[in-house]
């Protein structure tokens, strides 16, 4: 059972500071791709009075790449980062995660910007109306209890995005737009394990751009998921690593599907000045596990997804290494 979308205003401003002007009001929302806010409005997950239409802000889609690093406006629709040719050659990880999200249509419209700020998703809370309300709702929509674990206090809703990791792993900042003015943070500080309120982002605050070093080419992304396309990640894995003379110079290991936010692993760098040897790849492996904390918020079993994650990361590392 789907809710009408009506009595719902549409604003569509040219520039970043008139988005923000008008995104003042408490009932006001971003509106992107909508791929995900507009199912969700449609299943009454959530609410807006009025939308923020940002297809006309051309200062959100813009790409710049010099020798210093790469900008990339939050605008961006993912099938333009697959296309584009720099980005393809300097960060091929970011090309990996992006054309594993959805479908060809979705990804026409679909932006950087919203998949880095994606909802959190849940087996209890992404359903119809009828079916949440029979469930007397959940914590993160309209009740008190966390149906996945209902003797805690918080949400356990995990995030889903797929390019978080990547960017993680490869030292991204992030431009944030907001009443204040505008700020620069890296990646990391855009999230909190809090499935209910996993991003920082001050209410009329808009993630502008993303930036980049000058070169990520020695990473990867992997991801399981039920259906082999058009399907959120069980656990995906980034992985970026440097090699110096046959030995580890960094690696870092991004997770996104598990947790309530996109997780950089600690612990990583007590892994430079090693060979990636049987020895090190089952030391990730136990690290991953240790970090991962999925819990039954999908159809698949927490502890499987689990171990796929450090599965998929034990490949990545020694196929980064073979590279």
């Not at 569509?12 to 969700?40: C, H, K, M, Q």
């Not at 808009?206 to 020695?218: I, K, Q, S």
């Not at 089952?282 to 698949?300: I, M």
Request: hydrophobic content about 45%; proline content about 4%; charged content about 20%.
């Amino acid at each position: 059972m789907s809710v009408e979308l009506a009595n719902i205003s549409i604003a569509r401003p040219a520039t970043i500071e008139e988005a923000v002007a008008l995104a003042s009001g408490p009932d006001a929302r971003y509106l992107a791709g909508g791929t995900d806010l507009l199912v969700n409005m449609r299943r009454g997950i959530t609410r807006a009075a009025r939308l923020i239409d940002l297809a006309g802000v051309d200062a959100l889609k813009s790409i710049s790449c010099d020798a210093s690093g790469v900008v990339v406006g939050a605008g961006v629709e993912l099938a333009r980062l697959i296309e584009h040719e720099e980005i393809s050659r300097r960060f091929p990880a970011i090309v990996q995660a992006a054309a594993a999200i959805a479908a060809p249509g979705h990804r026409n419209v679909a932006t950087l910007g919203g998949n880095l700020c994606l909802d959190t998703r849940c087996v209890y809370y992404n359903q119809s109306e009828w079916w949440r309300s029979a469930n007397a709702w959940c914590l993160k929509n309209r009740g008190d209890t966390c149906h996945v674990a209902p003797q805690g206090e918080r949400c356990h809703a995990a995030f889903s995005g797929d390019l978080a990791p990547v960017l993680l792993v490869l030292g991204a900042e992030i431009e944030v737009a907001g009443p204040a003015g505008r700020r620069r943070m890296p990646l990391a500080e855009l999230y909190v394990e809090d499935g209910r309120a996993h991003l920082t982002l001050a209410h009329g605050e808009l993630l502008v751009a993303v930036h980049l070093p000058a070169d990520g080419r020695n990473a990867a992304y992997e991801k399981v998921r039920l259906r082999g396309a058009i399907d959120y990640p069980l656990a995906g894995v980034a992985v970026a690593m440097t090699m110096q003379d046959g030995r580890i110079e960094s690696l870092r290991v991004g997770l996104t599907g598990l947790n309530s936010r996109p997780l950089l692993v600690a612990g990583t760098e007590a892994f430079a000045g090693r060979a990636v040897d049987d020895d090190l790849l089952k030391a990730v492996d136990r690290l991953v596990q240790h970090q991962a904390q999925p819990v039954r918020t999908t159809l698949a079993a927490a502890h499987y997804r689990r171990l796929a994650a450090a599965a998929v990361a034990r490949r990545l590392v020694r196929r980064l290494a073979g590279g």
